[in-house]
Protein backbone atom coordinates (compact mmCIF):
# COMPACT_ATOMS: atom_id res chain seq x y z
CA UNK A 1 0.00 0.00 0.00
CA UNK A 2 1.16 3.36 -0.98
CA UNK A 3 1.23 6.37 1.88
CA UNK A 4 -1.63 8.00 1.20
CA UNK A 5 -3.68 5.16 0.86
CA UNK A 6 -2.60 4.21 3.98
CA UNK A 7 -3.86 7.88 5.33
CA UNK A 8 -7.26 6.80 3.56
CA UNK A 9 -6.91 3.22 5.61
CA UNK A 10 -7.05 5.09 8.54
CA UNK A 11 -9.57 7.28 8.18
CA UNK A 12 -12.04 4.49 7.11
CA UNK A 13 -11.17 2.36 10.32
CA UNK A 14 -12.10 5.59 12.44
CA UNK A 15 -15.21 5.52 10.72
CA UNK A 16 -14.77 8.83 8.61
CA UNK A 17 -17.23 9.03 5.60
CA UNK A 18 -16.51 12.49 4.26
CA UNK A 19 -13.60 14.23 3.00
CA UNK A 20 -14.39 18.00 2.56
CA UNK A 21 -11.36 19.11 0.16
CA UNK A 22 -10.11 21.01 -2.99
CA UNK A 23 -8.03 19.70 -5.75
CA UNK A 24 -4.94 19.44 -6.77
CA UNK A 25 -3.89 16.26 -3.85
CA UNK A 26 -4.08 12.89 -4.93
CA UNK A 27 -5.52 12.44 -1.66
CA UNK A 28 -8.75 12.72 -2.85
CA UNK A 29 -7.83 10.14 -5.25
CA UNK A 30 -7.62 7.64 -2.23
CA UNK A 31 -10.04 8.80 -0.27
CA UNK A 32 -12.92 8.05 -2.83
CA UNK A 33 -11.03 4.69 -3.39
CA UNK A 34 -11.59 3.78 0.18
CA UNK A 35 -15.27 4.55 0.00
CA UNK A 36 -15.07 8.33 1.44
CA UNK A 37 -17.08 10.73 -0.11
CA UNK A 38 -15.37 13.25 -1.71
CA UNK A 39 -17.28 16.85 -0.89
CA UNK A 40 -15.67 19.52 -3.48
CA UNK A 41 -15.62 23.42 -2.08
CA UNK A 42 -15.35 26.30 -4.12
CA UNK A 43 -12.96 27.45 -1.61
CA UNK A 44 -10.37 25.95 1.19
CA UNK A 45 -11.57 28.35 3.74
CA UNK A 46 -15.63 27.34 3.12
CA UNK A 47 -14.42 23.30 3.17
CA UNK A 48 -12.56 23.79 6.18
CA UNK A 49 -15.84 25.33 7.43
CA UNK A 50 -17.75 22.09 6.55
CA UNK A 51 -15.44 19.94 8.30
CA UNK A 52 -15.36 22.37 11.45
CA UNK A 53 -19.35 21.97 11.51
CA UNK A 54 -19.69 18.62 10.64
CA UNK A 55 -17.29 18.24 13.58
CA UNK A 56 -19.00 19.99 15.94
CA UNK A 57 -22.74 18.50 15.06
CA UNK A 58 -20.97 15.26 15.74
CA UNK A 59 -20.02 16.19 18.95
CA UNK A 60 -16.35 15.09 17.82
CA UNK A 61 -17.73 11.68 17.71
CA UNK A 62 -17.04 11.76 14.20
CA UNK A 63 -14.42 13.94 13.63
CA UNK A 64 -13.85 16.50 10.04
CA UNK A 65 -11.31 15.91 7.59
CA UNK A 66 -10.51 18.59 5.23
CA UNK A 67 -7.41 18.26 2.26
CA UNK A 68 -5.78 20.73 -0.18
CA UNK A 69 -3.10 21.37 -2.24
CA UNK A 70 0.44 21.99 -0.82
CA UNK A 71 1.26 25.71 -1.24
CA UNK A 72 -1.95 28.12 -2.26
CA UNK A 73 -4.19 25.49 -1.17
CA UNK A 74 -2.56 25.75 2.41
CA UNK A 75 -2.33 29.04 2.04
CA UNK A 76 -5.81 29.40 1.22
CA UNK A 77 -7.10 27.22 4.41
CA UNK A 78 -5.83 29.40 7.41
CA UNK A 79 -8.81 31.35 8.32
CA UNK A 80 -10.22 27.81 8.50
CA UNK A 81 -8.19 26.39 10.73
CA UNK A 82 -7.09 29.57 12.47
CA UNK A 83 -11.52 29.70 13.47
CA UNK A 84 -11.07 25.73 14.12
CA UNK A 85 -8.12 26.49 16.55
CA UNK A 86 -9.72 29.18 18.52
CA UNK A 87 -12.93 26.77 19.23
CA UNK A 88 -11.16 24.15 20.12
CA UNK A 89 -13.06 21.95 17.17
CA UNK A 90 -11.77 18.37 16.70
CA UNK A 91 -10.58 18.22 13.15
CA UNK A 92 -7.70 16.67 10.50
CA UNK A 93 -6.54 18.78 7.94
CA UNK A 94 -4.09 16.91 5.58
CA UNK A 95 -2.48 19.59 3.68
CA UNK A 96 -0.08 18.59 0.77
CA UNK A 97 3.57 19.38 1.01
CA UNK A 98 6.25 19.61 -1.58
CA UNK A 99 8.32 17.07 -2.45
CA UNK A 100 11.02 16.23 -0.34
CA UNK A 101 13.84 17.25 -2.78
CA UNK A 102 12.59 21.04 -2.70
CA UNK A 103 12.15 20.99 1.19
CA UNK A 104 13.63 24.63 2.62
CA UNK A 105 13.91 26.09 -1.02
CA UNK A 106 13.13 30.07 -0.99
CA UNK A 107 9.45 31.57 -0.65
CA UNK A 108 8.32 27.60 -0.47
CA UNK A 109 4.94 27.57 1.37
CA UNK A 110 5.80 24.86 4.20
CA UNK A 111 2.66 24.16 6.39
CA UNK A 112 4.88 22.50 8.90
CA UNK A 113 6.37 26.32 9.78
CA UNK A 114 3.36 27.98 9.10
CA UNK A 115 1.07 26.37 11.29
CA UNK A 116 1.82 25.67 14.25
CA UNK A 117 0.13 28.88 16.31
CA UNK A 118 -3.24 27.10 14.73
CA UNK A 119 -3.09 23.58 15.56
CA UNK A 120 -3.12 21.54 18.18
CA UNK A 121 -0.75 19.47 17.07
CA UNK A 122 1.46 19.55 13.57
CA UNK A 123 3.67 16.58 11.67
CA UNK A 124 5.49 16.64 8.72
CA UNK A 125 5.71 12.98 7.76
CA UNK A 126 9.52 12.62 5.84
CA UNK A 127 9.62 8.80 5.72
CA UNK A 128 6.81 6.64 4.86
CA UNK A 129 7.22 4.07 7.55
CA UNK A 130 6.42 6.75 9.86
CA UNK A 131 2.81 7.56 7.94
CA UNK A 132 0.46 5.49 10.03
CA UNK A 133 2.14 6.35 13.60
CA UNK A 134 1.77 10.33 12.21
CA UNK A 135 -2.00 9.56 11.81
CA UNK A 136 -2.14 8.07 15.10
CA UNK A 137 -0.37 10.58 16.75
CA UNK A 138 -2.24 13.59 15.26
CA UNK A 139 -5.80 11.86 15.93
CA UNK A 140 -4.82 10.82 19.36
CA UNK A 141 -4.60 14.34 20.60
CA UNK A 142 -7.58 15.36 18.19
CA UNK A 143 -9.78 12.85 20.31
CA UNK A 144 -8.30 13.59 23.61
CA UNK A 145 -8.17 16.45 25.87
CA UNK A 146 -9.41 19.60 24.98
CA UNK A 147 -9.90 19.64 21.67
CA UNK A 148 -8.03 20.83 18.06
CA UNK A 149 -7.53 20.99 14.32
CA UNK A 150 -4.05 18.66 13.87
CA UNK A 151 -2.16 18.09 10.55
CA UNK A 152 0.04 15.98 8.67
CA UNK A 153 1.79 17.31 5.77
CA UNK A 154 2.53 14.60 3.48
CA UNK A 155 4.94 15.84 0.91
CA UNK A 156 3.76 14.33 -2.79
CA UNK A 157 6.58 12.04 -3.20
CA UNK A 158 6.27 10.64 0.32
CA UNK A 159 2.64 10.07 -0.86
CA UNK A 160 3.24 8.09 -3.59
CA UNK A 161 6.21 5.59 -1.70
CA UNK A 162 5.36 2.22 -0.42
CA UNK A 163 4.86 1.56 3.52
CA UNK A 164 4.15 -1.93 3.08
CA UNK A 165 0.56 -4.05 5.02
CA UNK A 166 -1.40 -1.51 7.72
CA UNK A 167 -2.34 -2.44 10.79
CA UNK A 168 -4.28 0.43 12.41
CA UNK A 169 -6.86 0.05 15.29
CA UNK A 170 -9.26 3.15 15.86
CA UNK A 171 -7.65 5.77 18.75
CA UNK A 172 -9.67 5.41 22.14
CA UNK A 173 -11.01 8.21 24.16
CA UNK A 174 -9.91 8.51 27.45
CA UNK A 175 -11.66 10.93 30.00
CA UNK A 176 -10.82 11.58 33.80
CA UNK A 177 -12.98 12.42 37.12
CA UNK A 178 -11.76 14.80 39.26
CA UNK A 179 -9.90 14.95 42.51
CA UNK A 180 -12.71 13.97 45.32
CA UNK A 181 -11.30 16.68 47.22
CA UNK A 182 -11.62 19.31 44.85
CA UNK A 183 -15.21 17.87 43.49
CA UNK A 184 -16.19 17.72 47.42
CA UNK A 185 -14.77 21.67 48.14
CA UNK A 186 -16.49 22.87 45.41
CA UNK A 187 -19.90 20.72 45.96
CA UNK A 188 -19.62 22.39 49.61
CA UNK A 189 -19.40 26.04 47.96
CA UNK A 190 -21.92 25.93 45.96
CA UNK A 191 -24.02 24.24 48.63
CA UNK A 192 -23.66 27.24 50.83
CA UNK A 193 -23.77 29.83 47.99
CA UNK A 194 -26.55 32.75 48.78
CA UNK A 195 -27.29 32.75 44.49
CA UNK A 196 -25.17 30.15 42.98
CA UNK A 197 -25.16 31.09 39.01
CA UNK A 198 -24.06 27.88 36.38
CA UNK A 199 -22.15 29.19 33.58
CA UNK A 200 -22.04 26.49 30.96
CA UNK A 201 -19.28 26.57 28.01
CA UNK A 202 -18.85 24.35 24.94
CA UNK A 203 -17.06 21.66 27.45
CA UNK A 204 -20.90 20.10 28.30
CA UNK A 205 -21.56 19.98 25.18
CA UNK A 206 -17.96 17.62 24.00
CA UNK A 207 -18.92 15.94 27.39
CA UNK A 208 -22.73 15.15 26.43
CA UNK A 209 -23.27 16.89 30.06
CA UNK A 210 -26.38 18.53 29.32
CA UNK A 211 -28.36 15.88 31.47
CA UNK A 212 -25.86 16.52 34.46
CA UNK A 213 -25.66 19.67 34.49
CA UNK A 214 -29.95 19.89 34.37
CA UNK A 215 -30.04 17.59 37.36
CA UNK A 216 -27.25 19.73 38.99
CA UNK A 217 -29.02 22.97 38.56
CA UNK A 218 -32.53 21.54 39.54
CA UNK A 219 -30.90 20.30 42.82
CA UNK A 220 -29.07 23.37 43.88
CA UNK A 221 -32.00 25.32 41.95
CA UNK A 222 -29.36 27.84 40.10
CA UNK A 223 -30.37 29.24 37.22
CA UNK A 224 -27.75 28.76 34.28
CA UNK A 225 -25.96 30.82 31.94
CA UNK A 226 -24.13 29.80 28.51
CA UNK A 227 -21.16 31.14 26.81
CA UNK A 228 -21.23 31.75 22.94
CA UNK A 229 -20.03 28.73 22.05
CA UNK A 230 -21.82 26.55 24.53
CA UNK A 231 -25.25 28.10 23.49
CA UNK A 232 -27.51 25.30 23.74
CA UNK A 233 -25.59 23.12 26.03
CA UNK A 234 -28.50 23.92 28.91
CA UNK A 235 -31.95 24.09 27.09
CA UNK A 236 -33.17 27.42 26.29
CA UNK A 237 -36.67 26.76 27.15
CA UNK A 238 -36.04 24.86 30.53
CA UNK A 239 -37.36 27.20 33.50
CA UNK A 240 -33.93 27.49 34.57
CA UNK A 241 -32.35 28.65 31.92
CA UNK A 242 -31.16 32.49 31.31
CA UNK A 243 -30.07 32.30 27.48
CA UNK A 244 -26.74 33.93 26.60
CA UNK A 245 -23.96 35.77 28.82
CA UNK A 246 -21.41 36.86 25.98
CA UNK A 247 -20.81 40.25 24.57
CA UNK A 248 -24.66 40.15 24.16
CA UNK A 249 -26.72 39.03 26.53
CA UNK A 250 -30.52 38.38 27.80
CA UNK A 251 -31.98 40.43 30.39
CA UNK A 252 -32.16 37.50 33.02
CA UNK A 253 -28.62 36.49 32.37
CA UNK A 254 -27.71 39.84 33.04
CA UNK A 255 -29.89 40.32 36.68
CA UNK A 256 -28.84 37.05 37.85
CA UNK A 257 -25.15 36.99 37.48
CA UNK A 258 -25.35 40.65 39.41
CA UNK A 259 -26.92 38.93 42.03
CA UNK A 260 -24.99 36.14 42.01
CA UNK A 261 -22.56 35.36 45.18
CA UNK A 262 -21.20 31.92 43.42
CA UNK A 263 -20.21 31.63 39.17
CA UNK A 264 -19.62 27.98 38.64
CA UNK A 265 -17.64 27.17 34.90
CA UNK A 266 -19.20 24.69 34.37
CA UNK A 267 -16.76 23.23 30.93
CA UNK A 268 -15.83 26.89 29.98
CA UNK A 269 -12.27 28.40 30.08
CA UNK A 270 -13.33 31.67 32.31
CA UNK A 271 -11.19 33.50 29.81
CA UNK A 272 -11.53 37.23 29.10
CA UNK A 273 -12.61 37.71 25.41
CA UNK A 274 -14.14 40.19 22.74
CA UNK A 275 -16.65 37.75 23.17
CA UNK A 276 -17.45 36.87 26.46
CA UNK A 277 -18.69 39.24 29.41
CA UNK A 278 -16.83 40.00 31.93
CA UNK A 279 -16.97 38.27 35.46
CA UNK A 280 -17.72 41.25 38.01
CA UNK A 281 -16.03 41.55 40.85
CA UNK A 282 -16.34 40.00 44.03
CA UNK A 283 -17.70 36.65 42.80
CA UNK A 284 -16.56 33.31 44.19
CA UNK A 285 -15.45 31.15 40.93
CA UNK A 286 -15.80 27.53 40.83
CA UNK A 287 -14.26 25.78 37.35
CA UNK A 288 -14.52 22.38 36.01
CA UNK A 289 -12.21 22.11 32.95
CA UNK A 290 -10.34 19.66 30.96
CA UNK A 291 -7.91 21.59 30.44
CA UNK A 292 -5.19 22.98 33.64
CA UNK A 293 -4.78 25.64 30.91
CA UNK A 294 -7.74 27.29 31.93
CA UNK A 295 -7.28 27.73 35.25
CA UNK A 296 -6.53 31.43 36.00
CA UNK A 297 -6.37 32.71 33.13
CA UNK A 298 -8.47 36.30 34.05
CA UNK A 299 -9.51 35.34 37.05
CA UNK A 300 -8.29 33.90 40.35
CA UNK A 301 -10.70 30.72 40.86
CA UNK A 302 -11.03 29.37 44.52
CA UNK A 303 -12.64 26.10 43.65
CA UNK A 304 -10.70 24.73 40.47
CA UNK A 305 -11.59 20.93 39.24
CA UNK A 306 -9.88 19.12 36.65
CA UNK A 307 -11.90 16.62 34.96
CA UNK A 308 -14.31 15.90 32.29
CA UNK A 309 -17.45 17.67 32.85
CA UNK A 310 -19.58 14.82 32.61
CA UNK A 311 -18.13 12.92 35.00
CA UNK A 312 -17.32 15.83 37.57
CA UNK A 313 -20.51 16.96 37.35
CA UNK A 314 -21.94 12.99 38.58
CA UNK A 315 -19.44 13.69 41.46
CA UNK A 316 -20.72 16.71 42.18
CA UNK A 317 -24.28 16.04 41.70
CA UNK A 318 -23.44 13.08 44.10
CA UNK A 319 -21.16 15.24 46.48
CA UNK A 320 -24.06 17.60 46.73
CA UNK A 321 -26.68 15.09 48.03
CA UNK A 322 -23.99 13.58 50.85
CA UNK A 323 -23.20 17.13 52.34
CA UNK A 324 -26.69 18.30 52.32
CA UNK A 325 -27.87 17.79 55.79
CA UNK A 326 -30.63 19.65 56.99
CA UNK A 327 -30.46 22.17 54.48
CA UNK A 328 -34.39 23.47 52.63
CA UNK A 329 -34.61 21.94 49.29
CA UNK A 330 -34.43 25.08 46.78
CA UNK A 331 -37.73 27.19 45.79
CA UNK A 332 -37.08 26.06 42.00
CA UNK A 333 -40.46 27.79 41.11
CA UNK A 334 -39.59 30.50 42.84
CA UNK A 335 -36.71 30.82 40.46
CA UNK A 336 -38.41 30.11 37.30
CA UNK A 337 -40.98 32.93 38.45
CA UNK A 338 -38.42 35.51 38.72
CA UNK A 339 -36.30 34.21 35.39
CA UNK A 340 -39.61 34.55 33.31
CA UNK A 341 -40.46 38.13 35.07
CA UNK A 342 -37.73 39.65 34.09
CA UNK A 343 -37.52 38.00 30.49
CA UNK A 344 -41.19 39.18 29.84
CA UNK A 345 -40.07 43.17 30.89
CA UNK A 346 -36.98 42.65 28.69
CA UNK A 347 -38.89 41.19 25.63
CA UNK A 348 -41.64 43.91 26.16
CA UNK A 349 -38.96 46.89 25.63
CA UNK A 350 -37.57 45.02 22.22
CA UNK A 351 -40.98 43.69 21.27
CA UNK A 352 -41.19 46.55 18.70
CA UNK A 353 -38.20 45.50 17.12
CA UNK A 354 -39.41 41.90 17.10
CA UNK A 355 -42.95 42.45 15.79
CA UNK A 356 -41.57 45.19 13.71
CA UNK A 357 -44.34 45.87 10.54
CA UNK A 358 -41.74 48.41 9.40
CA UNK A 359 -40.32 47.54 5.99
CA UNK A 360 -36.99 47.00 5.65
CA UNK A 361 -37.61 44.48 7.61
CA UNK A 362 -35.96 44.35 11.21
CA UNK A 363 -33.48 42.31 11.61
CA UNK A 364 -35.16 40.93 14.56
CA UNK A 365 -38.42 40.22 13.16
CA UNK A 366 -36.97 38.06 11.17
CA UNK A 367 -35.01 36.18 14.08
CA UNK A 368 -38.75 36.06 15.92
CA UNK A 369 -40.03 34.33 13.09
CA UNK A 370 -37.86 32.13 12.37
CA UNK A 371 -38.16 30.71 16.35
CA UNK A 372 -41.68 30.46 15.99
CA UNK A 373 -41.60 29.21 12.25
CA UNK A 374 -39.59 26.55 12.42
CA UNK A 375 -39.68 24.54 16.13
CA UNK A 376 -36.32 24.73 17.66
CA UNK A 377 -36.08 21.17 18.00
CA UNK A 378 -36.26 20.29 14.19
CA UNK A 379 -33.24 22.64 13.94
CA UNK A 380 -29.76 23.43 13.71
CA UNK A 381 -29.50 27.28 13.59
CA UNK A 382 -26.23 29.39 13.30
CA UNK A 383 -25.26 33.24 13.07
CA UNK A 384 -22.35 35.10 10.89
CA UNK A 385 -19.81 37.48 12.69
CA UNK A 386 -20.91 40.83 13.14
CA UNK A 387 -25.00 41.99 13.72
CA UNK A 388 -26.12 38.91 12.71
CA UNK A 389 -24.54 37.41 15.66
CA UNK A 390 -25.39 39.76 17.89
CA UNK A 391 -28.85 39.86 17.27
CA UNK A 392 -29.53 36.09 17.46
CA UNK A 393 -27.61 34.72 20.19
CA UNK A 394 -30.29 36.61 23.05
CA UNK A 395 -33.47 36.39 20.94
CA UNK A 396 -33.50 32.67 19.62
CA UNK A 397 -34.20 30.16 22.24
CA UNK A 398 -32.81 27.03 21.06
CA UNK A 399 -34.09 23.49 22.03
CA UNK A 400 -31.22 21.81 23.58
CA UNK A 401 -27.55 20.07 22.72
CA UNK A 402 -26.40 21.09 19.18
CA UNK A 403 -29.52 22.46 18.23
CA UNK A 404 -27.45 25.66 17.68
CA UNK A 405 -24.00 26.14 16.63
CA UNK A 406 -22.13 28.80 18.89
CA UNK A 407 -19.41 29.23 17.10
CA UNK A 408 -16.84 31.96 16.78
CA UNK A 409 -13.64 33.25 19.44
CA UNK A 410 -12.55 34.13 16.41
CA UNK A 411 -15.36 35.33 14.42
CA UNK A 412 -14.29 35.12 10.52
CA UNK A 413 -17.13 36.65 8.69
CA UNK A 414 -18.41 34.15 6.16
CA UNK A 415 -18.10 31.28 8.47
CA UNK A 416 -21.56 30.23 9.26
CA UNK A 417 -22.46 28.71 5.79
CA UNK A 418 -19.81 26.19 6.08
CA UNK A 419 -20.53 25.56 8.86
CA UNK A 420 -24.38 24.89 8.32
CA UNK A 421 -23.12 22.65 5.04
CA UNK A 422 -21.21 20.36 7.38
CA UNK A 423 -24.02 20.32 10.20
CA UNK A 424 -26.31 19.12 7.27
CA UNK A 425 -24.24 16.11 6.42
CA UNK A 426 -24.02 15.55 9.81
CA UNK A 427 -27.41 15.20 11.06
CA UNK A 428 -29.65 15.16 7.69
CA UNK A 429 -33.01 14.53 9.54
CA UNK A 430 -32.83 18.37 10.91
CA UNK A 431 -33.60 22.16 9.38
CA UNK A 432 -29.96 23.86 9.06
CA UNK A 433 -29.95 27.30 9.16
CA UNK A 434 -27.96 30.08 8.69
CA UNK A 435 -27.83 33.88 9.36
CA UNK A 436 -25.75 36.20 7.39
CA UNK A 437 -25.18 39.79 6.26
CA UNK A 438 -24.74 40.29 3.13
CA UNK A 439 -21.14 41.62 3.34
CA UNK A 440 -20.50 38.04 5.07
CA UNK A 441 -22.34 36.33 1.91
CA UNK A 442 -19.70 38.24 0.12
CA UNK A 443 -17.10 36.49 1.37
CA UNK A 444 -17.82 32.97 0.97
CA UNK A 445 -21.45 32.86 -0.61
CA UNK A 446 -20.37 31.14 -3.63
CA UNK A 447 -20.04 27.99 -1.74
CA UNK A 448 -23.87 27.78 -1.53
CA UNK A 449 -23.02 25.76 -5.02
CA UNK A 450 -21.72 23.20 -3.21
CA UNK A 451 -24.99 22.64 -1.46
CA UNK A 452 -26.46 22.62 -4.76
CA UNK A 453 -24.35 20.70 -6.33
CA UNK A 454 -23.41 17.73 -3.54
CA UNK A 455 -27.61 17.57 -2.57
CA UNK A 456 -27.06 19.27 0.98
CA UNK A 457 -30.11 21.17 1.57
CA UNK A 458 -30.01 23.96 3.70
CA UNK A 459 -31.61 27.11 3.90
CA UNK A 460 -29.40 30.57 4.33
CA UNK A 461 -30.93 33.49 5.51
CA UNK A 462 -29.29 36.45 3.86
CA UNK A 463 -29.70 40.18 6.03
CA UNK A 464 -29.17 42.29 3.44
CA UNK A 465 -29.04 46.04 4.15
CA UNK A 466 -26.53 46.93 1.43
CA UNK A 467 -24.39 47.74 4.18
CA UNK A 468 -21.75 47.10 6.81
CA UNK A 469 -23.86 48.34 9.36
CA UNK A 470 -22.26 47.06 12.25
CA UNK A 471 -19.13 49.27 11.43
CA UNK A 472 -21.69 52.37 11.20
CA UNK A 473 -19.47 53.91 14.35
CA UNK A 474 -16.11 53.12 13.33
CA UNK A 475 -16.30 54.57 9.92
CA UNK A 476 -17.94 57.45 9.82
CA UNK A 477 -15.71 60.46 7.87
CA UNK A 478 -14.21 57.55 4.99
CA UNK A 479 -18.46 57.06 4.85
CA UNK A 480 -18.99 60.28 4.38
CA UNK A 481 -16.74 61.04 2.23
CA UNK A 482 -16.26 57.65 0.07
CA UNK A 483 -19.45 55.73 0.87
CA UNK A 484 -16.84 52.91 2.24
CA UNK A 485 -19.93 50.93 4.53
CA UNK A 486 -21.78 50.16 1.31
CA UNK A 487 -21.90 46.97 -0.45
CA UNK A 488 -24.65 45.71 -3.35
CA UNK A 489 -25.82 42.60 -4.84
CA UNK A 490 -29.33 41.16 -5.49
CA UNK A 491 -28.08 37.24 -3.62
CA UNK A 492 -31.77 35.78 -4.78
CA UNK A 493 -30.99 36.19 -8.53
CA UNK A 494 -27.09 34.87 -7.36
CA UNK A 495 -28.54 31.44 -5.34
CA UNK A 496 -31.14 30.78 -8.76
CA UNK A 497 -28.00 30.87 -10.98
CA UNK A 498 -26.15 28.61 -8.68
CA UNK A 499 -29.15 26.55 -9.10
CA UNK A 500 -30.71 27.24 -5.67
CA UNK A 501 -33.71 27.98 -4.80
CA UNK A 502 -34.77 31.72 -3.73
CA UNK A 503 -36.48 34.54 -2.58
CA UNK A 504 -36.12 38.06 -2.04
CA UNK A 505 -38.59 39.48 0.66
CA UNK A 506 -39.05 42.93 1.08
CA UNK A 507 -43.01 42.92 3.09
CA UNK A 508 -42.35 41.77 6.91
CA UNK A 509 -45.19 40.12 6.43
CA UNK A 510 -43.96 37.58 4.49
CA UNK A 511 -41.11 36.57 6.10
CA UNK A 512 -42.84 33.63 8.32
CA UNK A 513 -44.20 32.41 5.01
CA UNK A 514 -41.00 32.69 3.68
CA UNK A 515 -39.07 30.45 5.92
CA UNK A 516 -42.08 28.16 6.00
CA UNK A 517 -41.52 27.75 1.98
CA UNK A 518 -38.29 27.31 2.30
CA UNK A 519 -38.15 24.70 4.58
CA UNK A 520 -40.65 22.86 2.57
CA UNK A 521 -38.50 23.19 -0.38
CA UNK A 522 -35.10 21.82 1.23
CA UNK A 523 -37.54 18.72 2.81
CA UNK A 524 -39.71 17.80 -0.23
CA UNK A 525 -37.56 19.18 -3.82
CA UNK A 526 -34.11 18.15 -1.58
CA UNK A 527 -32.91 21.71 -3.00
CA UNK A 528 -30.61 23.81 -1.03
CA UNK A 529 -32.39 27.64 0.15
CA UNK A 530 -31.71 30.95 -0.31
CA UNK A 531 -33.62 33.86 1.63
CA UNK A 532 -32.95 37.09 1.21
CA UNK A 533 -34.77 39.98 3.53
CA UNK A 534 -34.22 43.71 2.58
CA UNK A 535 -33.51 44.41 6.54
CA UNK A 536 -32.98 47.44 8.11
CA UNK A 537 -29.38 48.86 8.96
CA UNK A 538 -30.04 47.75 12.51
CA UNK A 539 -27.53 48.84 15.24
CA UNK A 540 -29.01 48.60 18.55
CA UNK A 541 -27.97 45.10 20.27
CA UNK A 542 -28.93 43.26 23.66
CA UNK A 543 -26.57 43.95 26.45
CA UNK A 544 -29.30 43.05 28.51
C1 LIG B 1 -12.69 37.92 7.72
C2 LIG B 1 -13.25 39.07 8.49
N1 LIG B 1 -12.94 40.34 8.12
C3 LIG B 1 -13.46 41.38 8.80
C4 LIG B 1 -14.28 41.19 9.88
C5 LIG B 1 -14.85 42.39 10.65
N2 LIG B 1 -16.29 42.50 10.45
C6 LIG B 1 -17.17 41.91 11.30
S1 LIG B 1 -18.75 42.12 10.86
C7 LIG B 1 -18.31 43.09 9.51
C8 LIG B 1 -19.35 43.68 8.59
C9 LIG B 1 -20.62 42.90 8.60
O1 LIG B 1 -21.53 43.36 7.63
P1 LIG B 1 -22.76 42.46 7.25
O2 LIG B 1 -22.34 41.04 7.12
O3 LIG B 1 -23.40 43.05 6.04
O4 LIG B 1 -23.70 42.56 8.53
P2 LIG B 1 -24.53 43.87 9.05
O5 LIG B 1 -23.73 44.45 10.16
O6 LIG B 1 -24.68 44.80 7.91
O7 LIG B 1 -25.84 43.31 9.48
C10 LIG B 1 -16.93 43.20 9.44
C11 LIG B 1 -16.21 43.96 8.39
C12 LIG B 1 -14.52 39.85 10.25
N3 LIG B 1 -15.27 39.53 11.30
N4 LIG B 1 -14.01 38.84 9.53
MG1 LIG C 1 -25.06 44.26 5.95
Same mark, same amino acid.
Given at each position: MIARDAVAHVLKQEGVEYLFCYPTTAFIESAAEAGIRPIICRQERVGLGMADGYARISNGERFGVFAMQAGPGAENAFAGVATAYSDSTPMLVLPSGYPRDRAGWPRYFTSAQAYPTVTKWLEQVNDASQTVDAMRRAISRLKNGRMGPVMVELPTDVAEEEVGDVAYEPVRVVRSAGDTRDVERAARALLDARAPVLHAGQGVLYANATDELVELAELLGAPVVTTLLGKSAFPEDHPLSLG??? /???? /??? %??????????????? &??????????IPDGKTLVQVTNDEADFGRNYHVEYPVLGDAKLVLAQLIDAVRDLWGGRPKPNNGETAEEIRQVRDEWLAEWRGKLESPE?????? /????????? *??????????? &????????????? &???? /??? *???? %???????????? *??? %??????????????DAAFGMTGLDFETAVRCNIPIITIVSNNFRMAIETDHMKASNELYQTLDVGGNYADLARSLGGWAERVEDPAEVGPAIARARRVTEEDGKPALLEFLTAAETEVSHG
Amino acid at each position: MIARDAVAHVLKQEGVEYLFCYPTTAFIESAAEAGIRPIICRQERVGLGMADGYARISNGERFGVFAMQAGPGAENAFAGVATAYSDSTPMLVLPSGYPRDRAGWPRYFTSAQAYPTVTKWLEQVNDASQTVDAMRRAISRLKNGRMGPVMVELPTDVAEEEVGDVAYEPVRVVRSAGDTRDVERAARALLDARAPVLHAGQGVLYANATDELVELAELLGAPVVTTLLGKSAFPEDHPLSLGIWS /RVMT /RPA %KHFIAKADVVAGIGA &SLAKHAMSAVIPDGKTLVQVTNDEADFGRNYHVEYPVLGDAKLVLAQLIDAVRDLWGGRPKPNNGETAEEIRQVRDEWLAEWRGKLESPEAPISPY /RVIWELNRT *IPPEDAIVTHD &SGSPRDQMVPFYR &SAGP /RSY *IGWG %KSHGLGTGLGLT *IGA %KLAAPEKVCINWMGDAAFGMTGLDFETAVRCNIPIITIVSNNFRMAIETDHMKASNELYQTLDVGGNYADLARSLGGWAERVEDPAEVGPAIARARRVTEEDGKPALLEFLTAAETEVSHG
